[in-house]
């Protein structure tokens, strides 16, 4: 099955600085990687994804991009706001009939005033 | 536009006593359902999905189970809580292949098993 691994655990920024948390997937055959949010107490929200035949995804400061011949991808958020400390999941779908996502173990990141 | 509820928000039950989790769709029809669990600061854990009326795939060996006794109702059960049940349970939904590949996770249960 799929394995996604997610680094790193912790990250902590200050505020206005780049983040940048990675994930690794094991099967070549995953086509769609979804990003979520979740804060503290919350449910995971969807902030982001893409899909294997675009290497490169913007919505404002949110950016998602993908190496397939990798196999990994990439959250970028510029220009950090308070706001935006969460715990972070990336996950991969591997379709050919799979009912479910695997999701990297989640970065918690902080941001800095 | 597509809603999932779950109920209840939170609960305290002892040792021992049984647990009932349910999570309700609206506005999609045939959709993949699944139940996950957060322990305090950690990942998602896939518990239970389900493709359909009754068909129900266990990921996790546990003292829990899982019911799909309609199309758009989950439901999570215990006969006997542990105190390692204790945790955030969230229900999900996704359509089918081919109509998008998202899950949207509902509001979240927190469980203390005391």
């Known amino acids: 099955g799929e394995n996604v691994e997610q680094h790193p655990s912790t990250l902590s920024v200050q505020e206005g600085d780049s983040a940048v948390i990675k994930c690794t997937y094991s099967?070549?055959?995953?086509?769609?990687f979804p990003w979520y949010k979740q804060e503290l107490g919350k449910r995971p929200q969807l902030i982001i994804d893409?899909?294997?035949?675009?290497g490169e995804k913007k919505d404002q400061r949110i950016a998602v991009t993908l190496n397939k011949t990798a196999k990994h991808f990439s959250l970028h958020i510029t220009e950090t706001q308070p706001e935006d400390s969460a715990v972070y999941f990336c996950?991969?779908?591997?379709?050919?009939?799979?009912?479910?996502?695997?999701f990297g173990k989640g970065t918690k990141l902080s941001v800095i005033p | 536009s597509q809603t999932i509820h779950q109920w209840p928000a939170t609960l305290v039950q002892p040792v021992g006593s049984p647990l009932s989790l349910e999570c309700t769709v609206e506005?999609?029809?045939?959709?993949?359902l699944y139940w996950y669990r957060q322990a305090a600061g950690r990942g998602l854990q896939l518990l239970f999905y389900?493709?359909?009326?009754?068909?129900i795939s266990s990921e996790v060996p546990q003292n829990l189970s899982a019911s799909r006794p309609q199309d758009r109702q989950f439901i999570l059960s215990s006969k006997k809580l542990l105190l390692s049940d204790s945790g955030f349970y969230l229900c999900?939904?996704?359509?089918?292949?081919?109509?998008?590949?998202?899950?949207?996770f509902g509001e979240g249960s927190w469980l203390t098993v005391v």
């Open positions: 893409i899909r294997s035949n675009v």
């Open positions: 506005g999609t029809s045939n959709p993949n």
């Open positions: 996950a991969a779908y591997s379709g050919a009939g799979s009912y479910q996502l695997t």
């Open positions: 389900s493709v359909g009326i009754g068909q």
């Open positions: 999900a939904w996704r359509g089918q292949p081919g109509a998008g590949n998202t899950i949207y």
């Open positions: 099967d070549s055959a995953s086509n769609y």
